[in-house]
């Protein structure tokens, strides 16, 4: 992949979707301390929230002191999931259950110079995928439902993260595991423990006092595992 994420680094994308849109240049410098920033796209299809679309995120890119991270909640990612590549997104994750060709998106993607992500709804299960996973850099598991920021962290998702990463260990490959929802000081550690390596919180550091004071603390708490 192109670089973004070595499986033994840890890494905070802050999610913008609870940024003050109005002041979005300032929003993104606060967080200029993190790996990458996390926009979410949503279409009111895939999910009941609408968002981002191809030409904000590319000028997102152009402004963002950090690489952009797109996490594309929205449906037909098949014709849709390429654009956000072109728009210049370093990462580009669609979810499966919006792809009817997954493999070949995938391939698309990385042709278009994008790492690419494959999202799971928390209802859907990681074994299907597994057989393919080498084909994508990161697997993101939502540890919440899709479509809205601040909402509690489901704890039932830790054997999935922890199945997930034992199958991509055992098949000797270097697939990053994202989790994305709830994630905060109080959540981060097990998510690490379980084996994600990719951290994606909203509302824990736009709603902190100092972002890049909570950047770094998640950074520190995620590198003890
Ligand atoms: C939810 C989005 C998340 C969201 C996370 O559908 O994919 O990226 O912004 O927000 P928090 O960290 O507040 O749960
Ligand atoms: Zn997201």
Redesign the pocket.
Known sequence: MNSAYATDGRYIHP?I??ADFMSIGAELDKISTADSV?V?V?DNHF?P?LTFGASMVEQIVERSPIPVDA?L?IADADREAPVYAEAGASSVTFHLEAAAAPVRLARELRRKNAAVGVALRPATPVEPLLDVIGEFDMLLL?T????????S?LESMLPKIRRARRAISEANLQVSIQV?????RETIERCAEAGANVF??????YKARDAAEEIAVLRELAAGH
């Open positions: 999610s979707l609870n996390h979410d949503m999910v929230n996490h909640m939502m919440v439902e899709p479509g809205f920021g601040g909402q962290f994305d929802g709830g994630v905060s994606v919180a909203g509302s824990a550091i």
